[in-house]
């Protein structure tokens, strides 16, 4: 096998592999009406692989010439790779819904919890199976806190206690949402813990009571930053 052909097959894998990132984003474009394709974390191995491959392929055409010509194809992986990588970061902040964790409630249902796309507020969202694709757990995406200067956002995790009764959510080593759940969670919505509350507490202090009547609601504490 001749290196051209070698680099042929890597050059023309990448481009692939990332046309095939793109359409699958394209395919999953979020929407917050009826279900929704939610792609999987394992997907983002996709971009990663492909921008390897036209590395490789770069390298491999480098190697295929001699003295000053080794320079151009390494210049246009210098010019390529961050322009791909840019768009790439682009499309995820403003199109990709990333998984962050998933609960198993007690009848067997999938809670899936995500990060919303966004440049500037940090928005969360909740979603169980429909068919083949997912449904918003809540009709109304602002029964979820949120934070646009990104208080209490670092490692967010989805919790479900050890009864089954109670689904919350952990961010910033607080409690910032919980629910009250049934077994079986078919086609009304998850009761909020903490009747009338708004989505949106405007200091830390605000925040941090608000994880404190949580505790006292389902009996547990989490970890204080």
Not at 8 to 15: A, D, H, P
Not at 161 to 177: E, N, P, S, V
Not at 178 to 192: D, G, L, N, V, Y
Request: with cysteine.
């Amino acid at each position: 096998m001749s290196l051209t052909f070698l680099r042929r097959i890597f050059l023309t894998g990448g481009v692939l592999l990332l046309l095939a990132y793109f359409l699958g984003v394209m395919i999953a474009l979020p929407s917050k009406n009826g279900p929704q394709i939610i792609i999987p974390t394992a997907a983002n191995l996709i971009p990663n692989a492909g921008m390897i491959l036209l590395v490789i392929s770069g390298l491999i055409a480098a190697a295929m010439r001699a003295g000053w010509r080794r320079a151009v194809p390494l210049l246009n992986l210098a010019l390529v790779i961050p322009v791909v990588g840019l768009l790439l970061g682009f499309v995820e902040l403003t199109l990709v819904r990333r998984e962050i964790d998933r609960v198993i409630l007690p009848g067997g249902r999938v809670v899936l919890m995500t990060l919303e796309p966004g440049f500037t507020d940090t928005s969360f969202g909740l979603w169980w199976p429909d068919g083949w694709r997912w449904k918003a757990v809540f009709d109304a995406g602002d029964q979820i806190t949120y934070s646009e200067d990104g208080s209490f956002t670092s490692d967010p995790r989805l919790v479900l206690t050890r009864d089954g009764r109670h689904l919350m959510i952990r961010r910033g080593g607080i409690w910032t949402d919980c629910w009250m759940i049934q077994p079986e969670m078919t086609s009304s919505e998850p009761t909020p813990c903490l009747a009338g509350e708004g989505n949106s507490p405007g200091s830390r202090s605000a925040w941090l009571d608000r994880s404190d009547r949580i505790a006292a609601a389902i009996g547990a504490e989490p970890a204080r930053p």
